[in-house]
């Protein structure tokens, strides 16, 4: 099933020209990538995608209703959740916090200054199975700035999943690390996948070989190719893009 779509998205910033013809499908219980070259627009693309830029034109469906230009709270809402290139975490505070901080529950009881997020013994439960599935149970009681590259970048998928999304979308998650601290989060992915749709913009092309079902390859600003990794191999517009060695 088909369980979030984007048809003819275009964008502009002035003259410029960012987006032309941007259609994609994500088939609910996948992975699936999104690549292309430096200055392609898959960035843009992705900012679009989750409600951080509006679409000039075209139209954005997630579980079949229309969601184009909605804002981003609104779209988390709705069981949409991202990561980002550049992390947005909580240093001055224990990991745990963080997640607390993001789960629905405690969102929904509004902000208090003077109220100790340790007081619910049940968020903080819900906080210890999400870091679980993260594999960060252990370390939920250290400061969030004592976490390694690797750990922090699974902490900030551990906030996308406090929100409890169907799919969740991640931006250039394995920037910055190196090659152990990659695998290592490549297994996190092939887990995550058993409960939750993921898409992932990713710079690293084979890392998103191993992982994704299907991969849609950006290229001035338009999707040149949508398939599976085996078939974008003999695909001829990749091959003649600056992705063809990758491939």
Known sequence: MTLFKARNIQKRFGARVVLENISLSVEEGTVHGIMGPNGAGKTTCFHVLTGFYPPDDGRITFEGHDITGRKPHQIARLGISRSFQIMNLFDDTVVIENVILALPDFRALSFNVTRNVFDDITLVDRALEVLDRVGLADRAWQKAASL????????????????????????????????????????????????????????????????????????????????????????????????????
């Open 148 to 247: 390694s590259y690797g750990n922090r970048r699974a902490l900030e998928i551990a906030v996308a999943l406090a929100a409890d999304p169907r799919i969740v979308f991640l931006d250039e998650p394995t920037s910055g690390l190196g090659a152990e601290a990659t695998l290592r989060l490549m297994e996190l992915i092939r887990n995550l996948r058993e409960a939750y749709t993921i898409v992932i913009i990713e710079h690293d092309m084979r890392f998103l070989f191993e992982l994704a079902d299907t991969i849609s390859v950006i290229h001035w600003g338009q999707v040149i190719a949508e398939d599976t990794p085996a078939a974008l191999r003999a695909n001829k517009w990749v091959a003649r893009s600056a992705l063809g060695d990758v491939a």
